[in-house]
């Protein structure tokens, strides 16, 4: 058939890692425009989506749901989303929610160590 396509695609992309930070309470209230923002985010089909938990204070089941939904939709585009350093009252309401145990939680990564240099 001299190469020609099968039906399948001819060209794919990813980007490897998109991290999206989350700071405040992540709630009935703010998870519009979370949602916005993951959103965005998926558009760029990241073979990870790391969402920053660390500055999150609380989160109520809207949250929980705009999360697992994000969830679903990085697994459907092949990709993976964890969600990194939240904190121990944050990592109780998303587990109590999460019956199905889909929600990754990772701690924070180790920082690099900083040259002399870059200090300022």
């Not at 519009?32 to 500055?55: F, N, S, Y």
């Not at 309401?93 to 990754?104: A, N």
């Amino acid at each position: 058939m001299n190469g020609a396509n099968m039906g399948g695609p001819v060209a794919a992309w990813h980007v490897p890692v998109v991290e999206v930070t989350v700071r405040g309470d992540l709630d009935a209230w703010s998870s519009g425009q979370v949602d916005q923002v993951l959103h965005e985010a998926l558009r760029l089909r990241p073979r990870e989506l790391v969402v920053d938990l660390a500055g999150c204070r609380a989160v109520d089941a809207a949250g929980v749901l705009l999360l697992l939904e994000a969830q679903r939709r990085v697994v459907h585009l092949g990709g993976r989303l964890a969600l990194r350093s939240p904190g121990p009252q944050v990592a109780r309401t998303l587990q109590e929610f999460d019956h199905e145990r889909r929600l990754v939680l990772v701690p924070a990564a180790p920082r690099a160590p900083r040259h002399a240099a870059d200090r300022r």
